[in-house]
């Protein structure tokens, strides 16, 4: 009978565990720091463990590294860009002066990881060094650099990186040759408090001994403290919430580190004890690239001001940029600064004078400023070439020709491009003659090359729509809208698609129909509700059309508007 009483009792206690347990909730989040929050816990428990190791040697230690960089994910990433390989010559030459003064004289090397969500660094044991391209984009000045670079040095030269592989061979019970196979998040993650703060002191000692001022630490800490007050305020909007794809990194480097004012607080101190001067810190040389991707990044969102903005900030610190300077063209082009934006083009042209899409923009944005006198503009331009490529050179030339009023130049490439004199080159020809055709209001010639072309490449879906827009023209909206339908849409719809198949639909009074294509278009590409920019590049029945749309968009939300206040 003692026994049943003791079982019922072990029953009800367990009955009343499961109670509890599904009684109490866990707040805890999805995410990439729920990784680094479960190594930091890790490693505090560690240094816990009364673990006492034979140091190993030095040429081990080397070894072990080298092993664990070369079979990483980081070793196989794609070869980078330009900018790539300019940020991690700087990072190299930066992290190199360091480690001079490093009390280890071991193989310091140092990697750059061009990924804009890894707002992190990290070292391994033996010398690698690596930092990423969300952490780098954080920061203004040289000094800052160095201080994060001295702390990844400073974890190695006072074997943290050494012991953090001996702890793991004994917690996971695994012979030290086979420890490669360790996870990198081990060492992603932070030390113990006393070894980072230890890495503080000594990663900043290094940088100062190096020339650097000590501000570029506090300055780190301090934005590594408003990211995390951000990343606590659980951003609510859309763009708020892709920033956080790289805040989370920082949830977990927050996590596992020292509270940033500590941080802030023990810098000051030795600044004040060891009397060390705080002059001006060194610009960061390669800033531009980040804020050229900062640029591009408001380019895409439509954020055209902005993008005109930062890259102006990008090109005030290395002035002959290609890509900034077309950044900045496509941003004024969007807001039909055309003219601004002729210039900027043109100035990308003297970094790279053979870039098809740049001359075909440049041509376009002389067009929209001066249709007269831009063919006067592109000849002169042209004049100043070292060489000319008349494959890339002759399509905009004659149709600038054509908006100038003389037709021959075009007519002669059309007849080129029609009898394969310039091979695969044709078909683009006759599409880019077309363009120029349409914008001329020469529609009949526009119809003829664009047909054409689409003979020659009927998976081309360009081809297609500008065929649709002389279509429309014309008024022959069944063939406009066979047309539109014919270019294959899996892989997503362009706002030029949506537009044009609005203003087909809005002309064959279908009204709701083409409302929704409308406001599809404007969402993608903002310039449609320019009229200016439209003016510019499409007929005049395109633009009343539009300016109709305009119209009862606004008369529509007026209504919603007038409903919600009713209710």
Known sequence: MKRWIALAGIVLLGVGAIVLSERRKVDAQAGADAILHLIGDTERELTRMPAHFTRMSDDEEIRIGDQMARFSAYSHAPEGTPEDKLVQDYVTRVGSQLATHAHRRLPYQFHYLPQKYFVNAFALPGGHVYIGEGLLELMDSEDELAAVLGHEIEHIDHYHCAERVQQEEALRKIPLGAVVALPIHVFEAGYSKDQELEADREGTRLAVEAGYSPNGAIRMFETFQRLYEEYETHARTPEQELSRVAQQTLGG???????????????????????????????????????????????????????????????????????????????????????????????????DHADAQ????????????????????????????????????????????????????????????????????????????????????????????????????????????????????????????????????????????????AVTLWLANERDAAMGNYLQAALTQPEWKNPRWVGALYSPLVVGTVQQMQVEEARREKIVAERASKK
């Open 253 to 351: 480097y927050f996590r596992s580190h020292p509270p940033a004012q500590e941080r802030i607080a023990q810098i000051r101190q030795m600044i004040a004890s060891e009397g060390w001067r705080v002059h001006p810190e060194r610009d960061l040389e390669v800033g531009f690239v980040f804020w050229t991707s900062r640029a591009e990044d408001a380019l895409n969102a439509h954020k055209y001001p902005e993008a005109q903005q930062i890259a102006l900030r990008s090109l005030q610190l290395r002035p002959r940029q290609e890509h900034a300077l077309w950044i900045l063209g496509r941003a004024q082009f969007a807001q039909a600064d055309f003219a601004e934006a002729a210039a900027s083009f043109r100035k990308a042209l003297e970094v």
């Open 358 to 501: 740049l001359i075909n923009e440049y041509a376009l944005a002389l067009a929209a400023a001066n249709r007269r006198e831009a063919a006067a503009a592109f000849r002169n331009w042209m004049d100043t070439l070292p060489d000319k490529d008349d494959v890339k050179l002759t399509p905009p030339a004659a149709g600038l020709a054509l908006l100038a009023g003389d037709a021959g130049p075009v007519q002669s490439a059309a007849a080129a491009a029609r009898n394969h004199i310039i091979d695969e080159w044709g078909p683009q020809w006759l599409g880019e003659l077309g363009g120029w055709y349409y914008m001329a209001g020469d529609y009949a010639a526009a119809l003829e090359v664009l047909n054409d072309a689409i003979q020659q490449r009927p998976d081309e879906g360009r081809y297609s729509i500008a065929r649709a827009w002389v279509q429309i023209q014309n008024r022959t909206l069944d063939d406009a809208r066979h047309s539109i339908r014919s270019v294959d849409t899996s892989r997503g719809v362009s706002a030029d698609y949506s537009m044009a198949l």
